[in-house]
RNA sequence: ACUGCUCCCUACUCUGUCGCGGCUCCGAUCUCGUAUCGGAGGUGAGGAAAGUCCGAACAACGUAAAGCACCGUACCAGUUAAGCGCUGGGUGUCCGCCUCGGCGGAUAACAGAAAGUGUCGCAGAAAAUAACCGCUUUUGCGGUAGGCAGUGGGCAGUAAGCAGAGGCAGUCGUUUCCAAUGGAAACGUUGCAAACUGUAAACUGCCUACUUAAAACUGCCUACUGAAAUAGUAAGGGUGAAAACGUGCGGUAAGAGCGCACGCAUCGGCUGGGUAAUCAGUCUUUGGGAUAAACCUUGCGGGUUGAAAUGUCACAUAUAUCGUGGGUUGAGGUUCGCUUGACCGACGCUUCAUCUUCACCCCACCACCGGUGGGAAGGGAGAGGGAGCACCACGAAGGGUAGGCAGCUACAGGCUACUUGUGAAGGUAGUCGUAGAUAAAUGACAGAGCUCGACAGAAUUCGGCUUAUCGGGGAGCAGUGUUU
RNA sequence: ACCUCGAUAGCCCAACUGGCAGAGGCGCCUCACUUAGAAUGAGGAUGUUGGGGGUUCGACUCCCUCUCGGGGUA
């Protein structure tokens, strides 16, 4: 597998799911602009399952929403591999590695540029990390 | 060449790397499903994808009706699957031009206000029945002026009468004088009157002023006028957005389309042009303020709900559970507000007893190979009845899922050529295949170029409209300037 | 994707069935009272009625359109 490979199978979809995170069970902390809410799942193919949210409040434009999302995902599927690294080695030896439930929100107000996501992005996954 | 308007096209480009959604093909893996992974090829947002303002397709709602209600719509014709779109035409309004009655442009929810109801603030006499002021007739009551008549008055005249003075005549008286039975004069008295003067009343004439010779009053008439009543009238009345056809003449008590002439508008008829709206002419009717984006009337149209519609497969103890009613001749339903109607609607099975009937069987009698009567466990058929189940309807309280497939993109499709038409569009032929997701795909990085890149992201699909928009290109029309 | 409601002063809200520029409360400003402040009293200001266009003599009101905001759907 591409460790730069975004399938279909990697994202977030359950409805269910997110409906839980955003109830009780999820944990969250934040890097200016972006926020990470993660909570764990059982039984994933993949370690994390991942979305994205930008409020419609802020950005009335489908347009500016759209390129925010593309800026985000883009930052998670070139600097996820290391996190990857991490969880992976106990779930392929034995099946007790944990998956997690992430989706990644936008706060800020303004259009943002590459830059500052993957500055953000890299912040958000090293604190993960810890 | 520039400027303006209209229409059409286009919507930063190229290279490399890493990624994403469909599609096709190939390979690998296994739980054999076209599941997962890998690879290759090819493909992947718009002119507005937006607003959801119109119109359809498509789907479901039990069949999808009629009336009222409700909603929409409104010059005519064409175009189209359809339309509040578009095209062409007509009419009105506004603007511009000039050769002054045509041309050009813009614009219009452009049916009906002469079916009815409502509204029209302030101002104004009055906002729609025409009332008020005003004007005018008539009536009575006043005022002023004039006229006539009268009373009164003034002037003049008449003079029978009266009075006056005078005259004449007579008688008598008195007095005085003289030439003395007389005479004369004066006074008194009586008479006369035809003349003189004056004149109450009367009569006649003229006048009755206002700068006088003539105070004033009454009646009637006329004119003007005051305040009323009655009737007529809509000419005029400072307003207002809007004022009861306009101008002139006649007419009238005053006036008025009351009449006439010219003109304006208008319902309708006829003739002609046009498919029609409508235009021209002519005859006739009428002169009715505005508002229908107030109610409304008329014509036309509309069943309702929208892909979160809907079908189907899988999962889920879920055609499950509980209650009521129907099933038992009818509970319930018939869509949106109401009503009506053709109507739709489970009607099958099990069981219990009763009755009727049939054949067999048993008994008795008549009789002779049959008939009649009676009995009855069981069997067949039928009738109505009781109980229950299936099934149907409504309600309650809940449970589960929120996955797959279809709908889903090939078409009222695009482009080109020819052709028909003023045009919107139509026809014929050729050619092209051009997103289809479902937490939802187009991005990031590096480099290069230029005019330095606007508005902006598909979600069932089309045709329109509206709105947003940096630029670039093309065509047509109009104007200006330069050159030839 | 589809349906639906709303917008009036800094804030909350009236204004009928069109009538001449719009009421009220809170807040704001000035003055008085007080040593000062609060409270109280007196006075005052504040409006493109979301933008534009239309109908009408006249529009917060009726119609069209745009902008912004709210709500709903299985």
């Not at 994205?52 to 950005?59: E, L, N, Y």
């Not at 390129?67 to 591999?81: P, S, T, V």
Request: net charge positive.
């Amino acid at each position: 597998m591409s460790t730069q490979s975004f399938k279909k199978s990697e994202r977030l979809k359950s409805r269910k799911t997110i409906g839980r995170l955003f109830n009780r069970e999820g944990q969250s902390f934040a890097k200016f602009p972006l926020r990470l809410v993660y909570m764990e799942i059982e039984e994933s193919e993949v370690p994390i399952q991942f979305t994205v949210s930008v409020p419609k409040r802020k950005f009335k434009r489908a347009v500016d929403r759209n390129r925010i999302k593309r800026l985000i995902r883009e930052a998670y599927r070139l600097h996820k591999a290391p996190l990857f690294e991490k969880l992976m080695p106990s779930a392929t030896a034995d099946k007790s590695g944990k998956c997690y439930a992430w989706m990644v929100l936008f706060t800020g107000s303004e259009m943002p540029d590459y830059q500052q996501v993957e500055k953000s992005m890299k912040k958000l996954i090293s604190k993960f990390s810890e």
